[in-house]
């Protein structure tokens, strides 16, 4: 992957690693930031990882941009030598899937729709070639799925499947966006699934809620009070399908502030990874259920 960098104006640089998804590029993008991060570059003011690209900010009374600029290249030549580790986490997020709120929602919007006459997960499982609902939350549930960027809306992750490229799951979003949707939807479109961390506008294909909270201004709920966006990139989510009953007591733990994300630290290697896909999904979930 041949990076390309750009100034953005008198304080940016903005550098595509590639300019299609994958692993590969996102592993570039993270090291690179954190080893910005790492180093608290004298005038460096803001750092932004993206899907395949990221984004410096500077100050360039502190720094000269071409300074900058070549310290980012030495980084990025570092980074096709090193080993692609990263300390992260994986998060359990449970998910109602085929619930009430998405689905009146849904119907509402159907003129805006690619199948008006079914449901987001139906016409899901069809196009990718799953034999009905059942089947699709299995998919999309039973891998993990990986945090490539935070943003666009406050807290919002985009989540990319860590499976073959020939197995992810491909949904675009509507033909004509919505002008609402459900806090804490689990949506789908083109290659990311994420999660609204707030109600409002949007496109992506609808298939569950959960009722965790991802983002908390406030600082209220009990595990976010460190740090409003529960999500960084980098992240491992694992979804975990629940029933009506769980999520209603899910809820009914957050308001008490009594609910306990599982959250685990996990050192993830792009190479072992690589190397057998569906054991190294099997190690992190046992990480993540204390195995």
């Not at 919007?109 to 008006?116: N, T």
């Not at 689990?186 to 909270?213: D, E, K």
């Not at 209603?248 to 957050?254: I, K, N, Q, R, S």
């Amino acid at each position: 992957m041949q990076t390309r960098f750009s100034y953005g104006g008198d304080e940016h640089i903005f550098a595509e690693v590639a300019e299609s998804m994958s692993l590969e590029a996102f592993f570039k993008g993270l090291f690179v930031t954190n080893a910005v991060r790492d180093a608290r570059i004298k005038g460096v003011t803001e750092i932004c990882p993206a899907n395949a690209s990221y984004q410096v900010k500077f100050d360039p009374d502190q720094i000269k941009p071409d300074d900058l600029l070549a310290e980012l290249k030495r980084l990025d030549s570092a980074s096709e030598t090193s080993a692609p580790v990263i300390k992260t986490r994986i998060i359990e997020i449970p998910v109602l899937y085929n619930d009430p709120w998405t689905h009146e929602t849904l119907m509402r919007f159907r003129e805006r729709h690619q199948d008006p006459n079914g449901t987001d997960l139906e016409y899901a499982a069809r196009i990718n070639g799953l034999d009905g609902v059942d089947a699709f939350i299995k998919a999309h549930s039973s891998a993990p799925w990986f945090v490539s960027m935070v943003g666009f809306v406050a807290g919002l992750p985009f989540l990319y499947q860590m499976v073959e490229r020939q197995r992810q799951i491909q949904a675009p979003k509507y033909l004509r966006p919505r002008t609402d949707t459900p806090k804490l939807t689990v949506g789908h479109g083109g290659c990311f699934s994420c999660i609204y961390s707030v109600r409002g506008a949007g496109g992506y294909q609808m298939f569950g809620i959960t009722p965790m909270p991802i983002y908390d201004p406030n600082q209220k709920i009990s595990y976010l009070r460190d740090f409003m966006c529960l999500f960084k990139p980098g992240d491992i989510v694992k979804w975990k399908p629940i029933d009506r009953a769980a999520y209603d007591a899910a809820v009914a733990d957050v308001d008490a502030g009594r609910f306990a994300p599982v959250i685990r630290d996990v050192s993830f290697s792009l190479t072992e990874f690589n190397n057998d896909i569906d054991a190294y999904n099997r190690k992190l979930e046992g990480v993540l259920h204390g195995n």
